[in-house]
């Protein structure tokens, strides 16, 4: 299963195969094997073990069951894959089965085939959550934005839209990216509005679409008419979407990969474009996307697990480094060097970020670049 991911879920009671979904040179697994995994998750239950995760020489596993009905497993051989990482992706698939075909029938499963057939509707936006992308709120549990110098007309824009739609909760996304929200849409579950944005990018395109799990349910008339006279501001936030925030903010050209959260808000700027896509061949050189990405999650990952965990027990470090003695605070920032490439991150009570730089830059200068982009990215944006 060299760098791919499979995604097995299962019926807890009788270990029935609901679906399997898979990303990368994965195929498909014997009902065998689907069996021995699962079977050996069982064993351990009924011996009072909680088998959370194992990992061979290339492959991580992860299990966990939701509400005592539903079992997930994911089996990962990506470079980047952490417990963090799957735990949370095995929690976001969960729920992004709840957020299309509810609570009910997957707490209260008597039909096994019925349900099969329902969660093919979750499919595109599993495969989203599997697949390698431009978002990272997967990641983090925290929506991916795009900073536009319109935001301000947009934002109006879409109070008059939404209210015409007769609801409180709307949001303008572009590829994925929110560009603008009401407030109480920013009062929902960091999970929910996640998955929500993650819900919209995994559609087909459509100038108007009514889907039952999201608001407003209106008429194809309102977007035409309140979104046609701002096209410009719109075709804007298109062109931001890979850098997130606009050009106007340059910075140091040591940076190829940059994430941004705004903790108070559950929101984050991601770019592995951070110099906008003119310069994206010359950065592609320097270390290609992939590698980018690659990267970036696993130093946030090694971040929070190990020097800026949580304040909650949501998740429990991996990894927690024991300071020498004399030490009481807590760290916060952190960087790593390493053959192709160095990081730099910094925790502030409001803001994380998490910076990739060339090999070639100097260490003892990534402090003062982050200390510098950390401020123009919240005071001259501001995020």
């Not at 995760?53 to 051989?77: A, Q, Y």
């Amino acid at each position: 299963m060299a760098g791919g991911v499979q995604l097995l879920c299962l019926a807890t009671s009788s270990g029935v195969p609901l679906y399997c979904r898979s990303k990368g040179e994965s195929r498909q697994l014997p009902f065998s094997v689907i069996g021995s995994l699962n079977g050996v998750h069982m064993f351990g239950s009924n011996q009072d073990v909680l088998l959370t995760s194992t990992c061979t020489d290339n492959t991580r596993v992860c299990w966990r069951v939701f509400r005592d009905s539903i079992t997930l497993i994911v089996m990962s051989s990506e470079e980047d894959a952490s417990d963090l990482y799957l735990s949370r992706l095995l929690d976001n698939v969960f729920s992004a089965m709840v957020l299309v075909i509810g609570l009910d029938d997957l707490v209260n499963l008597k039909n096994v085939e019925r349900l099969k057939r329902e969660l093919r509707a979750c499919y595109k936006l599993i495969d989203s959550l599997l697949a390698a992308s431009d978002w990272i709120g997967d990641l983090t549990l925290c929506v991916d934005c795009v900073v536009s110098p319109d935001a301000a007309i947009l934002q109006e824009v879409l109070e008059v839209f939404v209210a015409a739609a007769e609801s409180n909760f709307g949001c303008l996304v572009v590829m994925g990216k929110v560009v603008v929200a009401t407030e109480k849409w920013w009062r929902l579950a960091a999970q929910e509005v996640v998955l929500l944005a993650w819900l919209v990018g995994s559609l087909a395109p459509s100038s108007s679409r009514d889907y039952p799990i999201y608001l407003p349910h209106g008429s194809p008339t309102l977007v035409e008419r309140f979104w046609s006279p701002l096209l410009e501001p719109l075709k804007t936030c298109f062109r931001l979407h890979h850098c997130s925030f606009p050009a106007c903010s340059p910075l140091h050209h040591s940076i190829v990969g940059l994430l941004l959260i705004n903790r108070e808000q559950n929101k984050n700027l991601f770019t592995l474009q951070p110099h906008g896509v003119e310069n994206t061949q010359q950065q592609e050189a320097i270390l290609p996307p992939e590698r980018r990405r690659s990267v970036l999650r696993q130093f946030y990952t090694l971040a929070v697990s190990a020097y800026f965990p949580a304040d909650t027990t949501e998740d429990k470090p991996a990894l927690h480094e024991e300071f020498h003695a004399g030490f009481t605070h807590a760290p916060s920032e952190c960087y790593i060097v390493a053959e192709d490439h160095k990081c730099y991150g910094i925790q502030t009570q409001q803001h994380q970020l998490f910076l990739t730089f060339t090999a070639d830059t100097p260490t003892f200068a990534l402090r003062n670049i982050a200390t510098k982009t950390l401020s123009l990215l919240t005071k001259e944006v501001p995020f």
